[in-house]
């Protein structure tokens, strides 16, 4: 079957870098996508990659390893508003969008 | 504000109740999208509406109907439901279905408690 798996919760403190990661078994790929979802709001699309390497977007970056699966969000400079459940997703060789359960995220002062 | 507007914002319905989800879009997309969202759960995909055809039907009960009436608005028409149909559910387009689903808009959502 298809799977995405990502950390349930993690904990960060303000200022600092964290890394959420994100596995993945689908059927083909078609690019991998990170959401930010703050509670109660709408997810909103962060980034999206579908070559390996890095990609950067000011504070955040998503990494993809095809050969392994793998892709990680990485926020840097953490403010408190960054605090949200962040959403991995993968599209598969039909288009159909595979959704991880999200990690939430809590920063501290 | 995403540019996807969902109401209401919150619904309380008995299991006899019949209601409605409106979902308004005025970015030009032509694909629409009905998502349950329940905690700790992925994302589960309902309805795909690609230029106001239904494209998609993901084994959603039937007791769940969805209308698309034109390409800015869609509908989730709700009757007879469970307890465990209690969730979050959220409106989404995109330019077209395929890889631009990927890079959807999505509504705040419909928090629905069914008792």
């Known amino acids: 079957g298809q799977n995405i798996d990502q950390p349930t919760e993690m904990t960060a403190t303000e200022g600092a870098i964290v890394q959420i990661n994100c596995t993945y078994q689908?059927?083909?790929?078609?690019?991998l996508f990170w959401y930010q979802q703050h509670a109660g709001e709408a997810p909103t699309f962060l980034s999206y990659?579908?070559l390996d390497g890095l990609e950067e977007k000011g504070r955040f970056s998503s990494f993809l390893s095809r050969s392994k699966g793998y892709s990680y969000l990485l926020l840097k400079e953490l403010q408190m508003k960054d605090s949200a459940s962040y959403l991995c997703?993968?599209?598969?060789?039909?288009?159909?969008?595979?959704w991880g359960a999200g990690t939430k995220l809590i920063i501290k002062p | 504000e995403t540019g996807v507007t969902q109401t209401p914002r919150h619904l309380v319905m008995g299991m006899t109740n019949k209601k409605s989800l409106k979902c308004e879009q005025h970015?030009?997309?032509?694909?629409m999208y009905w998502y349950k969202q329940s905690a700790k759960k992925p994302l589960e995909l309902m309805f795909v509406?690609?230029?106001?055809?239904?494209?998609e039907n993901n084994s959603v009960p039937s007791r769940f109907s969805p209308e698309c009436p034109n390409s800015s608005h869609l509908f989730l028409h709700l009757h007879t439901l469970q307890p465990e149909d209690s969730a979050l559910y959220l409106c989404?387009?995109?330019?077209?279905?395929?890889?631009?689903?990927?890079?959807?808009?999505f509504g705040q959502g419909t928090r629905l408690t069914v008792v």
């Open positions: 989404a387009s995109s330019q077209e279905q395929g890889i631009s689903m990927g890079e959807a808009f």
């Open positions: 509406y690609n230029f106001k055809e239904q494209t």
């Open positions: 997703a993968v599209m598969d060789s039909n288009y159909q969008l595979i």
């Open positions: 990659n579908v």
């Open positions: 970015l030009g997309h032509n694909a």
């Open positions: 689908t059927s083909g790929f078609n690019g």
